[in-house]
């Protein structure tokens, strides 16, 4: 396969790949993928423990019944998932075993699509990530690409059509047994409760393989959009286009409205917007929040983050301050990881915030009521946090900045 991706293959096209996924040694390289993710079970209840204490049995009759085309979905079990602005979404959890199978077709797969996907798509891709997409846009704005096309396609898992995702599949693949099992997938059932229905549109959020059918379904765009001399930066659906002018962020807007439309896709009217990036409140992108020269964590990010302190520093707590501040610095060390190219004064309230939530744990100790303010500062100091190994957002950006500027 390697060989064949960089001398082509006959035809333009694969007209062999199902081996490549039915195979057991393909089978047990997409378990272990899907053992290492965890995540909960599907509509028939088997979790990754049960899986994994018969795997090897479960792997060979999948193998066989891949072969002989006796394999059939189980359906996808939905829950609902909170949404930084209150709202949920919904999330389609596949089976243990369609994840195995939905794992090995990704795998072969994603090689020969990569060959042909777009620079400016950063989303579920290997070598590829958010912080890349990130660097992307600001290096765009600094080169005074501030008008910002801020896009929002509507519903987009759910509207992806059947036949033309099928269609854009098929200008690389020609097994005909691949491209059915592709299909079973997109034609699962969905389960909720009771209720059980065939979806006649979409791929699921959480089934293994939607990320790179999204990405096959948008990629025309991708060409596009590039191909015009629009300076597109995605990730998965979510998107910005950089432009130098009002005008020019005007036609892209029109432009990438046209290409949807062809697609069965539609840009959502409110949350699609034209953006002075040198004007409040700017823009958002993955969780970052752009406004001039300035980053900050998007208030829906900051809040999230509160939110898991909150649960952790409860005033009623019995454990230890110290085993309070381990658990606490798990979440800011992580949280600081991602959000660690903001603008310093984005972590000021935080800090204070948090030292609040503890300085309220010991004044309810001390039998006094209430958040912890006014004299709490003279009794537990910022330094008594920091002695005890609190994590200051402040203190570790300001090592980074020095980092940076020693590097240099």
């Not at 333009?12 to 899907?34: C, F, M, P, T, Y």
């Not at 930066?233 to 892209?252: P, T």
Request: aromatic share 8%.
């Amino acid at each position: 396969m390697l060989e064949a991706l960089e001398t082509g293959v006959k035809g333009g096209k694969w007209h062999s790949l199902i081996d490549k996924v039915n195979r057991e040694e393909s089978l047990r390289a997409a378990w272990k993928q899907v053992e290492a993710r965890r995540g909960g079970g599907g509509v028939d209840g088997e979790s990754i423990q049960l899986f994994a204490s018969r795997a090897e049995k479960r792997l060979a009759r999948l193998s066989e019944q891949l072969r002989e085309g006796t394999y059939e979905p189980r359906a996808v079990k939905r829950v609902w998932i909170p949404k930084g602005d209150g709202k949920r979404r919904p999330l389609g959890v596949p089976t243990i075993i369609d994840r195995v199978v939905q794992t090995s077709i990704r795998n072969a797969m994603e090689p020969i699509f990569e060959r042909k996907f777009a620079g400016c798509s950063y989303g579920f891709r290997p070598g590829r990530g958010c912080k890349d997409a990130l660097r992307e846009v600001v290096r765009g704005l600094k080169q005074g690409r501030t008008w910002v096309v801020d896009v929002d396609i509507e519903q987009y898992f759910d509207s992806i059509d059947h036949e033309r995702l099928m269609d854009e599949v098929a200008k690389e693949i020609a097994d005909s047994s691949l491209l059915k099992l592709i299909r079973q997938f997109l034609e699962q059932d969905v389960m909720e409760g009771m209720k059980r229905w065939q979806p006649e549109k979409g791929t699921p959020q959480g089934a293994v393989i939607s990320p790179l059918l999204a990405n096959i379904y948008l990629h025309p765009i991708d060409l596009a959009m590039r191909g015009e001399g629009y300076r597109l930066v995605r990730y998965a659906d979510d998107m910005v286009i950089l432009c130098e002018s009002r005008e020019e962020a005007e036609r892209a807007h029109a432009r990438l409205g046209e290409l949807l439309t062809e697609r069965g896709l539609r840009l959502h009217p409110v949350k699609t917007r034209l953006v002075d990036a040198n004007i409040r409140p700017g823009f958002d992108f993955l969780g970052y929040r752009f406004f001039g020269k300035y980053r900050y964590p998007r208030p829906s990010s900051e809040k999230k983050l509160r939110g898991s302190i909150r649960a952790k520093t409860p005033r009623t707590s019995g454990e230890s301050l110290e085993a309070t501040i381990k658990r606490v610095n798990a979440t800011l060390r992580g949280w600081f990881e991602y959000f660690k190219h903001s603008s310093r004064h984005a972590f000021d309230a935080i800090d204070k915030w948090v030292r609040m939530r503890h300085r309220s744990i010991l004044r309810k100790r001390s039998k006094r009521g209430g958040r912890g303010r006014g004299l709490d500062h003279i009794r537990w100091p910022n330094s008594f946090f920091q002695q005890r190994g609190l994590f200051s957002l402040v203190e570790a950006h300001a090592r980074l900045l020095q980092s940076v500027t020693s590097a240099h």
